[in-house]
């Protein structure tokens, strides 16, 4: 492999004969691995952690009672959650990345995860029990995409348009949460107030449940999407001339991808950034030229997994809620992302 | 073509006048609207005879409410405009390009390192803001070609805001004991702030303004480009350094008042510009009043939607301002 570290200019032609990338495929491998050693890690430490000896006969049910509790009801969940939201997050990162080719046209950056969280919230606790809440993540999902795309007025085609809009847009809906936890009572409010900065604790099987069907569902529809996707990046004459209509593709990843967002913040709440720097940094390591959507998922497992490692044993005392510690390394990341745009002169 | 523009001037000194009868009314609004409902008559006489009547004892509670919302709104919209001349930006707000954001974590830092007393000085809030504001600039003029470009400002103001929003958060969670009074002012409210914050915040907004009411010409003078400015005997810098000072106080001032509430520096320069077009000596007097009737009847709406509780008024004016993002980028100056 003779591919430079850095990402390559997406003008470089796809011209690899296997759409297999060995890169891609070495550098999601280690992830993966990387992963498990967080999961272990995540499992083990802390003062109600497994010891790694007894982790193998609790995993066979001969654990003492606390040991199987700690793993059952408390620390396997919120893993797995981890692991499911990551990738819920990451990849819609990397399709909203293909699709506005921008770096910065990610779902939590044009706002529809606030859109999601908004939507949640109106599920939870304005209408209780009349809709299941990640179907209320999806509509408010849905909305605030078709906000972003009609607000700006050129929809696609002006990513930064998208951007600044979706700002916008983000901005209305998280005032429209505050509006939602200001018209609730106390104890329900603190509850949504965590999950609202995005966090994982306490977190059911319900949830584990919820991110892993949407994942089943969607997941493979992504997959399926990618080849066309790189191709899209080329241009639009050039994917027509190739047989890939490039309205259909885009129409049909956005779809995915709202509704990818929506199942992640249905159970994590709007963790902030995964979905904007996981797709970025696996795009680096790899670099590969597509959307890359398998090393994408494994880089957003990661991260959400190291952060929500780092939240529940951070130094400084207080358990914090993993978007906390995302928003803060993200908005750095996000800041040395933009004056690298602006050094190869896209905006 | 001289007496169009005379009578021009009549009618925006006419429409300056109606401006302050907005202002009047929108403060008695905010005096007279809330869980206990007084009638703006009763208002007025209660404001002239205070007495020891529950009513009175209302009103009084009200004002001091409402004079925080005059300083912060008049201080969040003419520094809205100032940032929007400087940079001729027509995104610009402090809330929106991170100074807000610079200000209320620079609040935090101090009160949890010297405490609440310290904490509350307008002089917590100043060197925070400054640090966004340079941060925010230097990153947006980041590369060769190094132009501050609306939306680099906006996007550079996101990432700022994001990382600082964060910080407060980590702290505020780590003392909860300390912040838990700042639950309301992090996201922006005219309730339930100390009874003195009035008296350290009016010098700064009036510096502030002073400031400002020495800009109109120079900022003028910009919008036709530096080199013209400069071909027209302004001092460009001087003049960059003056408006960058007038809009630190002013959203310092706001941010250690009600919080960081955004979009009333957005929304206020938009609308006023669109009826006195970009000339900065009718657009600053005019941001000065309606920015008031904005923050102050974002207050109000917030006491009414969300009986018997209230909302926070940062929380009405993003709903209410965001719109005019979308309206902004939409017109084209931005450039996008």
Not at chain 1, 35 to 48: F, N, Q, R, S
Not at chain 1, 135 to 146: D, E, K, M, R
Not at chain 2, 161 to 176: D, E, K, M, R, T
Not at chain 2, 188 to 196: E, F, I, K
């Amino acid at each position: 492999m003779s591919a430079p570290a850095v990402a390559r200019p997406r003008t470089a032609p796809v011209n690899r004969a296997v759409p297999v990338n060995p890169r891609a495929v070495m550098v999601s491998g280690a992830l993966l691995v990387l992963t498990l050693a967080l999961a272990v890690l995540t499992i083990t430490i802390g003062e109600l952690g497994i010891a790694v000896a007894d982790l193998p006969a609790v995993l066979a049910h001969q654990g003492s009672r606390a040991q199987e509790w700690v793993l059952y009801s408390n620390r396997l969940p919120r893993l797995l959650v981890a692991v499911g939201a990551g990738a819920a997050f990451a990849v819609p990162g990397a399709i909203f990345q293909s699709v506005t080719r921008n770096p910065l046209g990610s779902p939590d950056v044009i706002g529809l995860g606030a859109g999601s969280a908004a939507g949640a919230a109106a599920a939870a606790l304005v209408w209780p029990g009349v809709v299941p809440v990640p179907i209320g993540a999806l509509v408010g999902g849905v909305v605030a995409a078709a906000a972003v795309l009609l607000g700006s007025g050129r929809g696609l085609r002006a990513p930064y348009r998208m951007v600044v809009v979706g700002i916008a847009v983000g901005a209305m809906a998280m005032a429209f949460v505050q509006f939602v936890l200001a018209r609730t009572t106390q104890q329900e409010a603190v509850q949504l107030a965590a999950w609202l900065s995005g966090s994982l604790q306490s977190r059911q099987w319900g949830d584990v449940v919820t991110i892993g069907v949407a994942l089943a569902v969607l997941l493979p529809a992504a997959l399926a999407l990618t080849r066309r996707l790189q191709i899209v990046e080329m241009g639009d004459d050039a994917a027509t001339g190739l047989g890939v209509s490039p309205g259909w593709t885009r129409g049909l990843a956005i779809m995915v991808g709202v509704a990818l967002t929506a199942a992640a913040v249905s159970v994590a709440g709007p963790v902030a950034f995964v979905a904007l720097t996981a797709p970025q940094i696996a795009r680096r390591l790899t670099g590969s030229s597509g959307p890359g959507m398998v090393a994408a998922a494994c880089m957003g497992t990661t991260v959400l997994v190291a952060a929500d490692l780092f939240a529940q044993h951070a130094p400084w005392g207080a358990q914090y809620p993993v978007g906390v510690l995302t928003a803060g390394l993200g908005g750095v990341y996000l800041a040395y992302l933009l004056v690298g745009e602006w050094k190869k002169g896209t905006v | 073509m001289v007496r169009g523009s005379r009578s021009r001037a009549w009618l925006l000194g006419a429409g300056l006048l109606v401006s302050a009868g907005l202002l009047v009314l929108a403060a008695g609004l905010s005096v007279a609207v809330g869980a206990k409902s007084v009638p703006l008559g009763e208002v007025w006489s209660a404001w002239l005879h205070p007495d020891d009547s529950y009513t009175s004892a209302i009103v009084t509670s009200r004002l001091a409410r409402t004079e925080l919302g005059l300083l912060a709104g008049a201080a969040l919209a003419v520094a809205g405009a100032v940032i929007q001349g400087l940079t001729r930006n027509p995104l610009g707000d402090p809330g929106i390009l991170g100074v807000n954001a610079g200000a209320s974590a620079s609040v935090v830092l101090v009160t949890a390192t010297l405490g609440a007393g310290a904490g509350r000085s307008v002089w917590a809030a100043v060197p925070g803001a400054l640090f966004a504001a340079v941060a925010v600039y230097v990153i947006a003029s980041g590369g060769p070609r190094g132009r501050a470009t609306p939306v680099r400002l906006v996007l550079a103001g996101v990432a700022i805001s994001a990382a600082l929003a964060a910080l407060v958060q980590a702290i505020a969670l780590a003392q909860p004991e300390v912040f838990n009074s700042y639950r309301f002012w992090v996201v922006g409210s005219l309730a339930g702030r100390p009874d003195d914050t009035v008296d350290r915040v009016l010098p700064f907004v009036v510096v502030g303004l002073v400031l400002a009411l020495l800009l109109p010409r120079g900022l003028n003078a910009l919008a036709l480009g530096d080199e013209t400015a400069t071909a027209l005997g302004l001092r460009a810098g001087r003049t960059r350094a003056v408006g960058a000072a007038s809009a630190t106080l002013l959203a310092a001032a706001a941010v250690a008042a009600v919080g960081p509430v955004g979009f009333v520096g957005l929304a206020v320069p938009h609308v006023v510009r669109s009826f006195t077009g970009s000339d900065h000596r009718w657009l600053l007097p005019y941001c000065a009043l309606l920015g008031p009737v904005l923050l102050l009847g974002s207050d109000v709406l917030g006491r009414v939607v969300a009986r018997p509780g209230e909302l926070m008024v940062g929380v009405v004016t993003a709903f209410v301002g965001a719109p005019f993002l979308i309206a902004a980028v939409r017109q084209g100056r931005a450039g996008l």
